[in-house]
């Protein structure tokens, strides 16, 4: 092999490194800035797991609104006042058993999960239904990993937050543990 070659190959993989790395930077960056539109989107995205009957139902919005209503779960106290605030629903999962829904507003969708957080999902409702937030994968996958994190600071008494994928106890950002 000439000097000539060993000086191209050297130039090639140092070439081949330059431009690795910045484009798994890249890479990276785009990731973060689509979770970060999608998380977005889902601002005022609630699921609703464990409805019975959803291939009976031909209106989603009223079947939600009646959840919302019966479960005393939604900002308001009648099935009419309740619809108005539900953009849109749709069934989704195989089972069949699940909704999701955009609402109108993000303050409702908060009052929504947090009146579902601290009645409803504690037992399941009475007949399997829960509501929780809609979240994109990569957070969900996050949450379940500190959960045990989450229950631990919970049980001791500390305010315990999951927001953005990130895990906040006490005000402060926490790693999250495998």
Avoid: C
Wanted: hydrophobic letters at 35%; glycine letters at 6%.
């Amino acid at each position: 092999m000439s000097a000539r070659s060993k000086t191209k190959d050297t130039k090639n993989t140092s070439i081949a490194e330059f431009f690795k790395t910045p484009a798994r930077q890249m890479q990276r960056t785009m990731q973060e800035k689509f979770n970060e539109v999608e998380r977005r989107s889902r601002l005022w995205g609630i699921r609703i797991k464990g409805v019975k009957g959803l291939k009976e139902v031909k209106d989603y919005n009223q079947k939600l609104a009646e959840i919302l209503t019966q479960h005393n779960v939604g900002p308001f106290d009648t099935v009419e006042k309740n619809l108005s605030i539900i953009e849109i629903a749709h069934p989704i999962g195989k089972e069949g058993d699940q909704l999701i829904a955009r609402l109108h507003s993000r303050v409702h969708r908060n009052i929504v999960v947090q009146k579902a957080k601290r009645t409803m999902n504690a037992e399941a409702g009475a007949d399997g239904t829960r509501i929780v937030e809609d979240m994109i994968k990569s957070d969900f996958e996050l949450k379940r990993k500190a959960f045990k994190q989450m229950k631990d600071a919970h049980e001791a008494g500390r305010r315990v937050r999951f927001v953005k994928g990130k895990l906040w106890i006490e005000g402060q950002e926490v790693a999250i543990q495998n």
